[in-house]
């Protein structure tokens, strides 16, 4: 992407160097993560305005530690090193690295001793006075900021050209610069949420030491991809597997912004998605976007091969390999298809280049693209330089219904890991009836945009009940209500008892086979947030 204001991270293994590229471009300022062993060409061909280097776990003194060519100190571009990057930096540029006798994590609060350059606009924070420990670190005219740390080693003597601008209680040198050469150093995370003048820090380095402008928009976005892709694909044809998801559908309607009638989505109806999903879908597309989309319903192919199957990761197996098949014989039938579109975002990206080495947990059955061998396709990725909250504004940018945009994640297995045992047509009909119900009801009282996932699961336990005058024997139903912000961890949400009231009633009398609905009050971990 022709970017000219963009920003590097090289990566030595920080848990938050994802948050690093993040928090510049919230700046609208461009930035990418690269490993720290990228060669210099590499980095030269990128031609940043400023480098960050990440935090990591090392120390500079390892065998195995982490180092980037030095060669990126004489290029003349502003560097900031983070955490274990200042380390790098000191004991690269000839300063003294050591461990330290107290490691300091979590809180600390940071004195400022130059606020002139890099710690510039930061203000004294009055809730730090307060709550100061019995030994004060600072006189009382000084400038006090609460910073976020994570580490063991520090800095004993600086490079030289180099002078300490802040320090905390533990370290004397908790930041330093070099502002000739316009290298600067902080021992503490300055992209952490807990790190309370950390954008201002980052945004002085950005704008000031970078000298960048903010022109990293979605609008801009749009523009240069759509022209890309354009050029890229010529008079040839696309073809763009639709799941219902947000990435897959912000990739079809970018993709049909640029190329129009030569892209074709093709939607596979599996049978386990939810209630009226492939109309909505078909119709947000057809209707605001006027696009080409190829509709397939495989649900009794998928059905015969989930016949009898009640372990969950062959479920995921059996529904993975029919999608792609199905997706094949669709595709083959688009004469001219020269291009297959993902939706690939930039976590995937990095997780899978960077120095950590790939990552384990990227979904097989969503990379449709490395299984399509013999039909020769070659790739566009438009997402693959985007965060997923970008992806969402980029979705409202090119005028996408909110609908689609701010939905729940829905697994690729959809229903049948929701379906405990074996997946039946009746038993997908039954959830998929309870589901639509539990939904609406969370969307109803205004609690939907706070849930991360919200759906019900068949059990397949049979209960006794009693409705009019009859007893009743039949199945259980469980609602499962989760508040996360990446799906890795996630806490049960909190929903009133009218709510949960509401759903369970009307579960038990609208879906028939249903006399009994439960609630998941279990977190994650130790319980996952699907139930197979
Ligand atoms: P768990 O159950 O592992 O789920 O806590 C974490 C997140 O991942 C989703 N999930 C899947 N998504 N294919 C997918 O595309 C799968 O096989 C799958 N299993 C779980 C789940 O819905 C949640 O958002």
């Known amino acids: 992407m022709d970017f000219t204001e963009k920003i590097l991270v090289l990566d030595f293994g920080s848990q938050y160097t994802q948050l690093i590229a993040r928090r510049v471009r919230e700046q609208k300022v461009y930035s990418e993560i690269l490993p720290y062993n990228v060669s210099i060409e590499r980095i030269k061909e990128f031609a940043p305005k400023g480098i960050i280097l990440s935090g990591g776990p090392s120390s500079v003194y390892d065998k195995e530690a982490p180092l980037p060519d030095q060669e990126m100190f004489n290029l003349g571009i502003p560097v900031l090193g983070i955490c274990y990057g200042m380390q790098l930096m000191a004991y690269m540029l000839g300063g003294k690295v050591a461990k330290s006798a107290k490691r300091e994590y979590g809180r600390a609060e940071l004195v400022i001793d130059d606020d002139s350059d890099l710690l510039k606009g930061i203000k004294k924070q009055s809730a730090v006075s307060s709550q100061r420990s019995a030994k004060p670190v600072t006189r009382h005219s000084s400038l006090v900021t609460v910073v ?120 596979v109806d599996n049978g386990v998605l939810r209630l009226g999903e492939a109309t909505k879908v078909e119709g947000m597309l057809k209707k605001h976007f006027h696009m080409n989309i190829i509709c397939v319903d495989a649900s009794e192919r998928f059905m015969k091969k989930l016949k009898g199957v009640t372990d ?26 020269k291009y297959l579109a993902q939706g690939t975002l930039y976590p995937d990206v990095i997780e899978s280049t960077s120095f950590k080495g790939p990552s384990a947990t990227i979904k097989s059955h969503h990379n449709v693209g490395g299984l399509l061998k013999d039909m020769k396709l070659k790739l566009i990725e438009p997402l693959r330089e985007l965060f997923k909250d970008e992806v969402r504004v980029l979705g409202r940018e090119l005028g996408m219904p909110d609908e689609i945009i701010s939905r729940h994640p829905f697994p690729g297995p959809g229903l049948a890991i929701r379906i405990i045992d ?64 990446d799906g890795m961890t996630a806490d049960w949400a909190k929903v009133p008892y009218d709510v949960l009231g509401i759903i369970s009633n009307r579960i038990i009398n609208e879906v028939k086979g249903i006399n009994r609905v439960v609630f998941d009050i279990s977190s994650k971990p130790p319980s996952t947030i699907e139930w197979e």
Not at 324 to 335: D, H, P, Q, S
Request: with cysteine; net charge positive.
């Open 148 to 267: 976020w740390m994570s580490h063991g080693d520090k800095i004993v003597r600086q490079p030289k050209g180099f002078k300490a601008i802040a320090h905390t209680s533990n370290s004397q040198i908790a930041a330093m610069a070099d502002k000739a050469r316009k290298f600067y150093a902080l021992q503490f995370h300055p992209e952490v949420a807990h790190t309370e003048n950390g954008t201002i820090i980052l945004r002085n380095f950005v704008f000031d030491v970078c000298r960048c402008k903010p022109k990293w928009t979605m609008h801009s976005f749009i523009e240069t991809t759509t022209r890309e892709i354009g050029e890229k694909v010529g008079r040839d044809k696309v073809v763009c597997a639709i799941s219902g998801g947000v990435d897959s559908a912000v990739t079809a309607v970018l993709i049909n912004k640029a190329i129009g009638k030569q892209l074709t989505c093709i939607f």
């Open 312 to 337: 969950p990761e062959k479920k995921r197996k059996l529904i993975g390999n029919e999608f792609i098949r199905v997706f094949e014989e669709e595709a083959m039938k688009i004469k001219g298809a």
């Open 422 to 485: 074996e997946v039946t047509q009746q038993r997908a009909d039954i959830l998929r009836k309870a589901d639509a119900i539990v939904l609406e009801e969370i969307k109803k009282a205004g609690l939907y945009n706070e849930i991360w996932q919200a759906f019900a699961v068949l059990l397949p336990i049979k209960t006794v009940g009693v409705m009019g005058d009859e007893r009743t024997y039949e199945n259980v139903v469980a609602v499962r209500a989760v508040k996360s912000v």
